[in-house]
Structure formats: structure tokens, C-alpha cells
């Protein structure tokens, strides 16, 4: 297959990993439906570079296939899960939020992704309007380095799917988040603001989506709600401060 192929992810989610191996690290996870570019291959692994983000790595060839349709599947989820029926197999996926169907499917309709024909199994609740009750969905999901679904998601995932099934788009790496909106003080941040926290030697390590009377809901061991204060994360079980504030960002959506 060419390099520069478009594909689609035909499994419910695909892990990306920096180098084409399963013991390699997993650097960010590919969701159903998601629409990559083939860069290159080696053996059973695909090079590709996701549409939805940019971001690249390594994943199973088999979980890819060919796509030959419209570069914009813009219809994201807003269930934490929900069904579809793989219609040759009859086998049911069950698909995580931030994953992408054809804009308009309905319950019971079939899709083609690929060269594999879906059954909508589920209605499709509404998604939450704005992102902190997005990501308050996560809550107690367990902390997963490269993670984007309710079994297992990172700090960075968490704001980027919890924002893609409200309609914004984000980068996929919290460094790379918090180049996006503008900044504002303490004092001023409002629910649905990114709050972005430094190493002691200024790197942005951690973001989280700010609630409510400062409530801060982030991954960091699991999803969890603690306090957003001036020092930085004001952690609800210990009372201790666990992450330095760098800055708050107000996006425009």
C-alpha cells in the first residue's frame, strides 16, 4: 500500500506507539473512525499521522483500513459508550466518546467505514454542552499514559476528547495545548477554562478543565475533582498542593 494512503480506524480504538513494536511506549491511542494518513509501513505496522490531531506513531496495520471517501467525518460522539454492529461478523464494538460516525447516522442505520459496513446500535445521547461536565463523565476512569477513553486516559486525553465531543479541537500533548486561547488571572477563570501546571524548571506537564468555585477535574492517578488555588492543585485527600499553576487559558469555544 502507498505511503500518503488515507485510512480509517475500523477497531474501537488502536494504541499509537512511538516505534513499531507492543513493547514500545504508547504515545496516544487512535479512536474508531478516526481518519490517519499513511506515512510509511514496517512489516504488520503502519507510520501514520491522525487527521483529527496531527499526532504520529506506530500502529497495527490490521486495525486500519483503506478510505477512499471524504477527507471531513465531522459527527463525534457524546456517550462514554455505546454499540455498533460489525454487520459481516455480527459481532458488536463497543465505541468510546470521541470516536467519529458519518454526520447524521441514526439507531439501526449502517454505515461503511472503510471496506467494512457498521450497524448504529444506540441512540446517541446529547452531548454535554460545554467541556467540564464532558470530562466530569471520566470520573474514576484510571490514569493511563497515552489513554483517551474512560478505561484508562491521560491528563492531556482527558481535555482533548472531553473538548472534541463538545466541538473545539485541541492538540493532543498539554504543552501543545496550552498554545491555544488567551491567558487570564486567577481570580477571573471561569468553569470550562485549561488550567496548565510547569516543572520546577518550567516545562508544562499537566492540564485540567476548571468547574465551578475553582473545582479542577484532571487525570492524575485517576479523574478525579480537586482545588484549583494560586499555588496550584489543591489535592481533596491530602490537602497537600500536588501540581505548580503555570497559567489559565479561556478558549474561544
Known amino acids: 500500500m502507498a505511503p500518503w494512503t488515507s485510512m480509517i480506524c475500523r477497531l474501537a480504538l488502536s494504541p499509537l506507539r512511538r516505534e513499531p513494536q507492543h513493547v514500545s511506549e504508547m504515545v496516544?491511542?487512535?479512536l474508531f473512525g478516526e481518519l490517519v494518513l499513511l506515512l510509511g509501513a514496517s512489516g504488520n505496522w503502519a507510520r501514520v499521522r491522525s487527521l483529527a490531531d496531527d499526532y504520529e506513531g506506530w500502529t497495527a496495520l490490521s486495525a486500519l483500513a483503506p478510505f477512499e471517501g471524504s477527507q471531513t467525518v465531522p459527527c463525534r460522539t457524546s456517550a462514554?459508550?455505546?454499540?455498533v454492529e460489525d454487520t459481516l461478523s455480527g459481532r458488536s464494538l463497543y465505541i468510546p466518546a470521541g470516536s467519529f460516525l458519518p454526520q447524521g447516522i441514526s439507531a439501526g442505520e449502517t454505515f461503511c467505514w472503510g471496506h467494512a459496513t457498521f450497524r448504529l446500535a444506540d441512540v446517541l445521547p446529547e452531548a454535554p454542552a460545554c467541556r467540564f461536565p464532558a470530562a466530569c463523565l471520566f470520573l474514576g476512569a484510571p490514569y493511563l499514559w497515552g489513554g483517551k477513553t474512560v478505561l484508562g486516559v491521560d491528563c492531556s486525553g482527558l481535555v482533548q476528547v472531553a473538548s472534541r465531543i463538545t466541538g473545539t479541537a485541541l492538540p493532543r500533548d498539554a504543552s501543545e495545548q496550552a498554545l491555544a486561547g488567551h491567558t487570564v488571572a486567577y481570580p477571573d477563570c471561569r468553569c470550562n477554562?485549561?488550567?496548565f501546571f510547569r516543572s520546577d524548571d518550567g516545562r508544562i506537564v499537566h492540564v485540567g478543565i476548571v468547574g465551578n468555585d475553582y473545582s479542577l477535574v484532571h487525570a492524575s492517578g485517576s479523574v478525579r475533582l480537586d482545588k484549583l488555588t494560586p499555588e496550584g492543585i489543591?489535592?481533596?485527600?491530602?490537602?497537600?498542593?500536588?501540581?505548580?499553576?503555570?497559567?489559565?487559558?479561556?478558549?474561544?469555544?
Do not use: M, N, V, W
Open 80 to 83: 462514554l459508550l455505546f454499540s
Open 28 to 30: 496516544s491511542q487512535l
Open 234 to 253: 489543591l489535592r481533596a485527600d491530602t490537602g497537600e498542593i500536588s501540581h505548580t499553576l503555570a497559567f489559565i487559558k479561556r478558549l474561544q469555544t
Open 193 to 195: 477554562d485549561l488550567a
